[in-house]
């Protein structure tokens, strides 16, 4: 027992007189990220002074959510997944609007939710293979969904697109290639894609909303790798 305490505090000393590291040794979790969309590493991030143009609020009268369980990189353990948007608490059958201008690449206004043993499959598969494929996330748990391809006008580092799901109807007649306006409403928020789709009632709606920035080193979503107490405050500063 003595030899033990004695190799921990030889170890605690050596560790407070070890050299402090320098600033090209830090590990990206201690830059400062006030300010920044998302953060992969010192070439790829997106800090809001590097936006052309701010965002419409998607659901009008709701802002940014508090709660970081509704924010990006909160854990989703019922699809073995994470969180790559924001929660906007609109009711069911709130108009949605188009955040920025841009093309529309989907509109799946005749999307059916499966029923409610097809979806616990769906989710179970999902663990099985210990996070969300693809093609159940997109075809199955966004539900009815418009994606918005934003080129390069919001910022012009990254190709941008917005996702809108879960949403209870799409506006009558839009299709992909569509062009909107920010501000367009573009369909009403629901439950589809949801467990309360699922199950037909009207539980749970709100408005599931993602953004996405493209380069040729792959795909970020906003607030990857931003931690958790400035998401809100960043995000923020997205919006008008
Ligand atoms: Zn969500």
């Not at 992969?40 to 936006?51: A, K, P, V």
């Not at 059958?93 to 206004?109: C, E, K, L, Q, T």
């Not at 894609?193 to 599931?208: E, M, P, R, V, Y």
Request: charged share 20%.
């Amino acid at each position: 027992m003595k030899n033990r305490n004695l190799y921990i505090l030889s170890a605690l000393f050596l560790g407070a007189c070890a050299a402090p590291t320098s600033s090209l040794e830090r590990s990206s979790n201690q830059i400062d990220k006030t300010g920044y969309l998302f953060y992969q590493n010192s070439d790829i991030n997106l800090h809001i002074t590097e936006l052309k143009n701010k965002l419409v609020l998607p659901a009008e009268e709701y802002g940014v959510p508090d709660y970081i369980n509704l924010l990006p990189n909160a854990k989703r353990d019922y699809r073995s997944g994470y969180h790559m948007g924001v929660d906007f608490s609109s009711p069911m059958n709130y108009p949605i609007r188009a955040a920025f201008d841009g093309v529309v690449v989907r509109s799946n206004a005749h999307q059916q939710d499966v029923d409610i043993d097809t979806y616990n499959y769906f989710l179970s598969l999902s663990s099985q293979v210990g996070k969300t494929p693809d093609d159940i996330y997109n075809f199955i748990l966004l539900g009815k969904s418009v994606v918005i391809d934003h080129g390069y006008n919001i910022t012009d580092k990254y190709r941008a697109i917005t996702v809108y799901s879960h949403l209870s109807s799409i506006t009558e007649g839009m299709m992909a290639g569509d062009v909107v306006q920010a501000g367009d409403i573009i369909g009403l928020s629901g439950n589809t894609g949801t467990s309360s789709g699922a199950l037909q009632n009207d539980k749970g709606a709100h408005l599931h909303w993602e953004l996405f920035f493209d380069d040729k080193s792959g795909r970020y979503f906003l607030g990857q790798n931003i931690p958790s107490d400035l998401l809100k405050i960043n995000i923020e500063q997205l919006f008008q």
